[in-house]
């Protein structure tokens, strides 16, 4: 790796908190590891922990049911479906684990779908692309989720704390406060101590439990969290924060107890065969058969629904099996199932922070920083949205980090 070969020398082995165990978390400790050994001392390595709310990590997400009667699995990319590799440095970063087959392309055959209407015509499939290794989607196999995985158990350097949320960073500003006025009145050694550490930030969980001191924070959550983390707390970036904007998505799982029960829009037999459909729907924006994908084939048919954005955020906060059933009732439309031919299995899941807008002429906004609290404010929003753009934030902040050692 040579993304950080400018960076000056680390002189001491910082403290670092990462409030956030999703892509942008997970390859900031990496980066700031690989960064770390760079300078050939093992004193140097970061202390860093990650500090995330769910039980798991990775922002490429998972779910799958197991079929008692055959052993086998109903599997979801509920999350991003793929990714790609637009830059050199990505493309070099990546390279490892294409090599082993963790990451592989994926060449899909893509068209657009228009949904039966009223009148009972067909829906109408018309081919529209296939995606090639040279501009490739890549997937992680044999999950989403097994990338990320991977990723947390190559860091040598770094604890990851999960099922704690952190408070917003308006509680340490609290506590300083307090101790700053007790200091007034204690021995002036205390508060030469207290001085020497006044750049160090004590984070806090939501009952109000020390979660310990560090020399550098880094927020990798949704802009819609961040604004509640860094609230109040003199965040010098605040009003960047809600600068790019975020819509939800729902998602929709679909699965067949086998292919012969396939509707005939999903069982091959009709032409073009397809993996992945652009739909012309007011509601629904893309279909993915999860079963034709590389390294999926011991799947129980699957298929995975992705709300439009727009559709999604307009009806965010409304009861989710309402909108489950409108989902369900638009993908029979597009996908034209009776009675016979319909899924066995349904899920729904609400992703509230799910897509940036992202305004093509507008210049990208970048990590946020706050040099004097040696806070830092990332995230794939602050750049295209994309999973690339978890790794070039995580770039920035190991750079910001790496200078001011």
Known sequence: MTDHASCSTVLSAPKIAIIGGGLTGLLTATLLERASNQTGSS????????????????RLATRYRSDSKTDKNWQWSFGAQFFTAKTADFQQFIAPWLDTRLLQPWCAEVVELTAADENGQSPNIQSKEQWDAV??????TPKMTSWGRELA???????????????PL??????QNQQQSQNQIQHQTHNQTFNQNS????????TGASLGWFDWVICTAPNGQAVELMADSGFAQQDKITKPQMQACYTLM????????????????????????????AILDRIFIEHQKPAHGELLPSVTIHARNDWSEAHVDEDIELVEEQLLQAAKRALNWNEASAPSQTDCHRWRYAATIVNKDAEELGILIDATKQWIVSGDWCAKGNIESCYRMAQQTVKVIMQTQ
């Open 254 to 281: 679909l699965g067949w107890n086998d292919v012969q029960k396939l509707p005939e829009t999903l069982n091959g037999q009709l032409t073009p065969q397809w993996d992945v459909a652009y739909l012309n729907s």
């Open 170 to 175: 308006a509680q340490y500003l609290q506590y």
């Open 153 to 167: 158990a190559a860091l040598k350097h770094t604890t990851i704390v999960f099922k704690t949320r952190v408070a």
């Open 43 to 58: 004193s140097n390595n970061p202390q860093i922990t990650i500090f995330e709310k769910s039980r798991s990590v990775g």
């Open 199 to 206: 750049k160090q930030t004590e984070l806090f969980d939501e």
């Open 135 to 140: 501009h490739a989607r890549y997937i992680s």
